[in-house]
């Protein structure tokens, strides 16, 4: 899976404590060898981020992405579930 990252994904990443940076990485990491892993708890998206998926990164962090096509995808967000879904 080849794994591509939006203009905000990057500046929310940056502002991340560096364990939890570190988190993302494992868990990125782990998505693009298989990205159902059960680690992961991948799942669909409903509301505003309809046709969107999200990855459990650590506790109460998750990543958002969207599928570009079968092979790619784009992570477009990343923040605690309070942040993201509001």
């Not at 993302?24 to 992961?40: A, C």
């Given at each position: 899976?080849?794994?591509f990252?939006?203009?905000?994904?990057?500046?929310?990443?940056?502002?991340?404590?560096?364990?939890?940076?570190?988190?993302?990485?494992?868990?990125?990491?782990?998505?693009?060898?298989?990205?159902?892993?059960?680690?992961?708890?991948?799942?669909?998206?409903?509301?505003?981020?309809?046709?969107?998926?999200s990855?459990?990164?650590?506790?109460?962090?998750?990543?958002?992405?969207?599928?570009?096509?079968?092979?790619?995808?784009?992570f477009?967000?990343?923040g605690?579930?309070?942040?993201?879904?509001?």
């Amino acid at each position: 899976m080849k794994v591509f990252f939006s203009k905000k994904f990057k500046k929310d990443f940056s502002r991340l404590d560096q364990k939890i940076r570190l988190a993302v990485k494992n868990r990125i990491q782990i998505f693009s060898t298989d990205p159902y892993h059960i680690e992961l708890s991948n799942h669909p998206l409903k509301g505003k981020f309809q046709n969107y998926r999200s990855i459990n990164i650590s506790g109460d962090f998750r990543a958002v992405y969207k599928e570009i096509s079968e092979a790619e995808v784009m992570f477009t967000t990343i923040g605690t579930h309070s942040q993201l879904y509001r």
